[in-house]
């Protein structure tokens, strides 16, 4: 329960940035998509934070740890004012633009996410990312994710079943599942794309059997016109993750897994610039002859 004093603050925060997921944003830049990460996290929090208590000696390890990472690195390349300078703007710029989520989700969550792994069994997880919304249309396997008349892309059906640690059926699971779309833009935080695109709540059979039909996502690019991707391109690195579903599976008594599953062959696999790639997580679907592909993945839940 928050205290009266945090849910005072809480509202304040909701004030400004606003309680719901955002609408799409109505230009195509990098600091819409990133303003509506922004708010966005603030709204669903999918790893919440409540409840963390700010214990002193933790806190000082961390703050005495991080700093002291900040500053080995000035002392060992010899930092200068003017770069200083530059960095605290750079700094400044990534919060003006609400570009924090994104560019934590892509330069950092992966470091969290091996550390949570350390203690997980089931189906290997990998980062959340920023993209995920809570809420969308739920469906019953079979299903169909909710796509434009026009949708572009080749058609794919993936199925599967979620099991629990002994192999046995997990009846009812259920897949959450968000996605690209060709064009490697997500509805919610990209232009023209409807709410909800791309994105469903689907519940497995009493076997735990899923079907879910979709089609396949293009990779990923970080926008290139905000600070994120001004540092991308400053250093000369490239702005890419490779295509990929992203997937919450769960069901009651036992731990959801958060994952993304990727495409063999596929661009980036080796450089994902968001280092999430796991070679478990890596789908290799089959022609089927009709100009749809089909693949299975089966999803191991422990208990919680
Ligand atoms: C980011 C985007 C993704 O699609 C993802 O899966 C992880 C991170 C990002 O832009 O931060
Ligand atoms: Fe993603």
Redesign the pocket.
Known sequence: MPTADEAVAQAAVDTLTGPTAPDSPASPTAVDSGAS?SASFRSTDQYSSAGLTADAARVDTLARALLGAVHSVITEHEVTYPEFQAAKKWLMDVGEGGEW??????FV?HAVEAVAAKHQEGTVGT?????YLPDQVQLSSPATLPARPDEAGTPLAFRGQVTDTTGAPVPGAVLDIWQ?DEQGY?SGFAPDIPAGNLRGVVTADEQGCFEIRTIQPAP?Q??TDGP?GALISAAGWHPW?PA?L?LLVSAPGRRTVTT?LYFAGGEYLDSDV?E?VKPELVLDPTDVGDGTREVTYDFVLENA
């Open positions: 990460a989520p994104l560019f934590l989700d892509v969550e980062i959340l990312g920023p993209y690209a997500y990923y970080v926008p994120t993750r990929h992203h993304q968001a999430a």
